[in-house]
């Protein structure tokens, strides 16, 4: 199996193929990212959706291996490619930043994936749209105060040196910047955040947003809205993103295709409570 012969399916605003990408970055391994068509939408297919039947990115494709599921390939990364480690050497420890990745791909990710449906697909509008807005600034604020209690005084997420707990952050951070929530200015989590944006694996993952807007300034998200109000644009969702939307208030919104016509959605659905405060 060729050292070389690997494909990346990608998008570059997704932060699931960040971690990645700054994992193959930071380890020195060249690949070759391809952006497919249909992922999220329905429309998957070809070589993108034999490589991962989900049709999500990243799938990572490794002569004639294909690997799905983010972490799944970060641990195949790791054991392929083991220096230098992403992983800090204790079991505490690696379990420690392990919890950090799931908590940033399952709990707080979905908050910059709201704010996304929102701005970019309408799915709430006035008075909801408001409201979502709001819960989702306070939650950011809640996450970001547990971050600072889990960075403590260490340089690194990951302890001494930049690593897996760094990469599973610092996409989710810059992604709520992104949407308007950054860190206060003058936090450790803000400090945290200029260290590693300066790392060259992270500032070439984030120089891929840039090249795919100077490309094709609508690439990154054209007008999606309008797609799905005229039923050209099939949007699929996470669990995770689901649970946010429900807990946090969207229990109606828009339907597709439907114009201003408004629905309950998800009825019936026992949610989860998440303790994770300010404070």
Do not use: C
């Amino acid at each position: 199996m060729s050292e070389t012969d690997i494909t990346l399916y990608d998008h570059p605003l997704s932060p699931y193929g960040q971690k990645v990408k700054i994992a193959l970055r930071e380890k020195g391994v060249a690949f070759h990212a391809v952006m497919p068509d249909g992922m999220g939408a329905g429309g998957a297919a070809g070589a993108f959706a034999a490589a991962n039947p989900r049709a999500e990115v990243p799938a990572l494709v490794h002569g004639d291996l294909a690997i799905f599921d983010s972490t799944i390939i970060l641990e195949y990364i790791e054991d392929r490619w083991p220096s230098p480690p992403l992983l800090p050497a204790s079991p505490a420890e690696r379990a420690r930043v392990r919890m950090l990745e799931e908590v940033m791909d399952t709990h707080f990710e979905p908050i910059n994936w709201a704010m996304g449906e929102i701005n970019w697909f309408k799915r709430a509008e006035g008075p909801l749209a408001d409201t979502l807005k709001r819960r989702a600034a306070d939650q950011t604020a809640g996450f970001f105060a547990w971050l600072e209690r889990e960075l403590a005084d260490r340089p690194w997420f990951n302890g001494a040196a930049f690593g897996w707990g760094d990469l599973a952050v610092v996409p989710y951070v810059n992604g709520a910047r992104g949407v308007g929530h950054a860190p206060a200015a003058g936090s450790k989590l803000a400090a945290w955040l200029a260290r590693a944006n300066a790392r060259p694996s992270v500032a070439a993952t984030v120089d891929d947003i840039r090249a795919m807007n100077a490309r094709a300034p609508n690439a990154g998200m054209p007008d999606v809205a309008s797609l799905v109000e005229r039923g050209l644009f099939k949007r699929e969702y996470r669990d995770h993103r689901l649970e946010w939307m429900i807990k946090s208030g969207g229990g109606r919104g828009r339907a597709e295709g439907s114009g201003a016509r408004e629905y309950p959605v998800y009825a019936g659905l026992q949610l989860k409570r998440i303790g994770i405060s300010p404070t």
